[in-house]
């Protein structure tokens, strides 16, 4: 049944008879709908889930399915990003610190806010897991010019971007590796001051194995800082809606609180969160740009592809960013959060 929805809703979108309003009911719908399932049983049945998938995050490979992330979203022509993403290409939550702050100036707020967050110095042996489009390595290697970082990426296309950037902006300080997470292994294991990632985890599946392996990739007085997109109290995988098939193929909503079951090897050091409406402003401007050229966005998602399906995948990116706009701006951005971390090696 839900394969025959989501044929109808594909439809729906290639030929864009569904109004945002209507897309957006939905999506708000959809996170009380949320909410609700995630709450039954009472705090007995929350107890028993939270179990569950603790048990879960603590076995087996430590990604399910990482081919997934690069052709739902990695492999994706890089014009594309480039369409849709501020200057920067962060693609994760960005720090709106006023009404009138601009999706550049977010991005750059929110990589100072992280490395201050991660007490990043000059001179720091950097290990950057899932470096995206480089946002994040790029910055480290313009800000912190004697620092040596070494990024980490599950894609060719971003890895050659990166590399392109940093040739291009005159960056010799960092390295870019393209690696399948399960089987990373860093050049200088026991020798970073700082293990740094931005919305990775959430594609994680056994974070304690891959908890164990970055303590040991840490110096002694090491530290690893995070950036997660968190729920504030419900833990949940994304299975059985179109998202989850869509974006996020075996992927993890966190709780603000999962993380503090994982200490076998690192210790929470301190936490930090950033409301949801942060994210929901960071969304809302990628769509602004999406819609603001989309004979350009349809042109670049047609490479290669038959129009009637480049058109069903742009409706699928707006659907996307209107869903998770949502989502992160519901009842106020008092639920679905933006959360730091930062531990220490035990």
Known sequence: MSALRYRALDVA?????????????????????????????????????????????????????????NEQHYELPEAFFGLVLGPRRKYSGCLFETE??????????????????????DGMEILELGCGWGSLTLWLGEQYPNARITAVSNSHGQRG??????????ITNLNVITADVND????????????????????????????????????SDGKCWLHVFTHRDHPYLFEGTWAAERFFT???????????????????????????????????EWLKRLDADPERALTILGEGRPRAEAKTLLGGWRLFLLSTDELWGY????????????????
């Not at 009138?100 to 110095?121: D, G, I, N, P």
């Not at 392109?164 to 902006?169: F, I, K, P, T």
């Not at 974070?207 to 164990?212: A, S, V």
């Not at 999962?258 to 210790?267: G, I, K, N």
């Open 184 to 219: 990373f292994t860093p050049p200088h294991p026991g020798s970073y001051d700082r293990v740094m990632s931005i919305e990775m985890f959430e594609h994680m599946r056994n974070w304690k194995e891959l908890l164990r392996r970055v303590s040991t990739w840490l110096k």
């Open 331 to 346: 009842k106020g951005g008092n639920h679905w959060l933006v959360s730091h971390y930062l531990f220490e090696n035990r």
């Open 13 to 69: 979108l290639r030929h864009q008879i569904a109004p945002d309003a209507l897309l957006r009911a939905g999506s708000r719908w959809g996170a009380g709908d949320r909410e609700r399932k995630e709450s039954r049983g009472g705090v007995e049945g929350q107890e028993q889930r939270l179990k569950a998938l603790i048990e879960r995050m603590s076995t087996g490979e430590v990604a399910e399915v990482p081919e997934k992330a």
């Open 100 to 121: 009138t702050t601009t999706l550049e100036q977010a991005e750059e707020a929110m990589l100072a806010l992280s490395c201050r967050r991660a007490q990043v110095q």
């Open 250 to 284: 075996a992927g993890l909503m966190p709780s603000h609180e999962l993380f503090s079951f994982f200490q076998e090897d690192l210790v929470l050091a301190d936490r930090w969160v950033v409301p949801g409406t942060h994210y929901a402003r960071t969304l809302q």
């Open 161 to 170: 971007y990166i590399e392109s950037e940093a040739e291009r902006r005159g």
